[in-house]
């Protein structure tokens, strides 16, 4: 993947739904939903596992 992605579009792109990308990643899937709605961010490793789950680096992700 190239450009810029919110973790919705990253989300989508693995037809995956919320709770499914909250248990690739071992967290609540209201920790998600509020990082994928900009409520909350996720912690740095948080972050790490976003972007080896998803395959992406940090400048590609819109959080």
Do not use: C, H
Request: aromatic fraction near 14%; charged fraction near 20%; glycine fraction near 8%.
């Amino acid at each position: 993947m190239s450009g810029k992605y919110t973790l919705a579009q990253l989300r989508v792109g693995k037809r995956w739904s919320q709770q499914e990308a909250a248990n690739a990643l071992g967290v609540s899937q209201g920790s998600w939903f509020k990082w994928e709605n900009g409520i909350s961010f996720p912690t740095q490793p948080n972050v790490d596992k976003i972007l080896r789950v998803f395959d992406v680096k940090y400048d590609d992700v819109i959080f």
